[in-house]
RNA sequence: GGCGCCAUCGUCUAGUGGUUAGGACAGGUGGUUCUCAGCCAUCAGACCGGGGUUCGACUCCCCGUGGCGCUACCA
């Protein structure tokens, strides 16, 4: 008795340690019939993950990066990339609230192979939209004796787990309605009262081996009973996750270290529905620069944001992609398809993460060094729309051809794509002349001449300047006049070239002097000159 | 409170008993230069604390401490 007991237990515990290694049990009497190992239960099966992102309306960072360490991880693989909308919270989702986290993930360049939008084998890809799957279950599981009907009130429940807090016991679920038999739970059900459904939870060791954390242990007899099933017949997160994994032929659950506690529940409602679970890696979380829970207090953290700020997608995922896992190299620049290349659950750091700023800044300058002037000019044309400096419509011609000239000379002086109208205006409006003016006084290099000196250098500068044709203003005769009206006024080129840049742009930085007056055009860089040189 | 996970420069991290503890971003300095940016060079900067184990610990073990997570009819 007491054996077969401990047999049927140890076997149940097998069960739940399906992912353990074997190595774990070695000095075992009688060995496994069929000794499962990690990477043998890989192969087997086709590798199918998933993104279960909550409907918020937003692509939080975190989503983003859970949903690139999948995707990279199914492409790897030759496998599936699902995308789930985890809607069971009925008060936040609403039908357009997962547009934001789809329209974020698709900009990122993330796309998923299955999904509620596009369909595939194994829908309907929102939870919303399988209630009755989880309900059957349910049912099944009450039927099999591995769940039952509880009928207390979320104010008794309350006030038993406050009275535990309170008498320093941890609070959990006292099991009350396991005693209820079966007629009595039928009869108040007909009788109109909403019972939630709860797991009877097995109280044993528990462990797994975590893809990226490796083992993992839990002493199940501390748990309460879960609610699977809330009063409105809607699934809690840890069932209904179950359930999909499950009926879409997931095999590998990689998710937010945040899940990793669940994972123990889940694997006995995987257990009590006689269901294989998949393999579980948990990826630590990503920190606000306080080290404290991502917040949207603290910052951008939704991809939509950095999209508006001026981040481009191939940064963002470089960026995302290093924030948690390392090559094992010193490389820092990853195209996707590197990136799938060199991905690697086990080089996934277990340790939570500052999602850094600074960096991200860093690489998408990297990024924007590297586009084609013709590219970045497309990318960076509804910024500049945006301010007003250029038509909605696409411009083309020698329009186009001018604005790509302008872009080419920033390019490496651009870190985000919302820096681009700032940096250009000067080049499509003309300045203040009195802001030109106050900058003429303070400038390091201006300030060695009064500024009635300066007005009549600029003024002789507008006079060789206009000697030039229009075909033969370009940067090197510009260089050639302007160098020689430092000479004959005797001073050092940056005396002239500086009040000549502040002069016509009404800023201290701009490209090189020459090839910037080459493109703000002869007729306004004489005009600008001559407005400063004239002015009060 | 209980349980779980984690702990190397400011940040992301490499490192698996013996290393000048390496790289990148950010910061400092210098060079290139008409400014800025870029690029190049260079400097500074870390093993949470305490006990063990060991000839020898950043590395292994234990205890603290700290952070994060879970402990819901949220996901």
Known sequence: MQDHHTEDQ?????????????????????????PVTDSARNTSKPVRVRIAASPTGKCHVGTARTALYNLLFARQRGGKFILRIDDTDVQRSTTESEQGVLEGLRWLGL??????????????????????????????????????????????????????????????????????????????????????????????????TDLVKGRIELDASLMGDPVILKSDGVPTYSYATVVDEHEMRISHVLRGADHTTNTFVQLQIYEALGFEPPEFGHFALLLNPDRSKISKRTGAVFIGEFRDEGYLPEAIVNHLALCGWNPGTDQEVFSFDGLQAAFALDQCSSSNAIFDRSKLLWLNGHYIRQLGVEELTRRTLPFLAGAGLVPSEPPAGPELERLKAIIGLEQERLKTLYEAPELVTFFF????????????????????????????????????????????????????????????????????????????????????????????????????????????
């Open 429 to 536: 409006r003309d300045p203040d002349p009195a802001a030109c003016l106050e900058l003429l006084k303070t400038d390091r290099f201006a300030r060695k001449h009064t500024p009635d000196e300066l007005k009549r250098a600029l003024a002789e500068c507008a006079a060789a300047l206009r000697e030039l044709e229009d075909s033969s203003w370009t940067a090197l005769p510009l260089k050639e006049t302007l160098e020689g009206e430092a000479a004959k006024l005797g001073w050092k080129p940056p005396e002239l070239f500086m009040p000549v840049r502040l002069t016509v742009s009404a800023r201290q930085a701009t490209p090189p002097l020459f090839e910037t007056l080459e493109c703000v055009g002869r007729s306004a860089t004489l005009r600008r000159l001559l407005a400063v040189a004239g002015a009060p």
């Open 111 to 208: 796309e998923w192979d299955e999904g509620p939008d596009k369909g595939g084998p194994w829908g309907p890809y929102r939870q919303s939209e399988r209630l009755q799957l989880y309900q059957r279950h349910a049912a099944e599981l009450v039927e099999k004796d591995r769940a039952y009907y509880c009928f207390c009130s979320p104010e008794e429940l309350e006030r038993e787990r406050k009275e535990a807090l309170a008498n320093g016991r941890m609070p959990r679920y006292s099991g009350r309605c396991r005693a209820l038999s079966r007629a009595d739970a039928e009869a108040r059900r007909q009788a109109g009262e909403r019972p939630v459904v709860r797991l009877k939870i097995e109280p044993l060791t528990m462990s797994f």
């Open 10 to 34: 140890d076997r149940r515990h097998e069960h739940l340690h399906l992912s353990s290694l074997p190595a774990a049990r070695a000095g075992e009497e009688t060995p496994r019939k069929t």
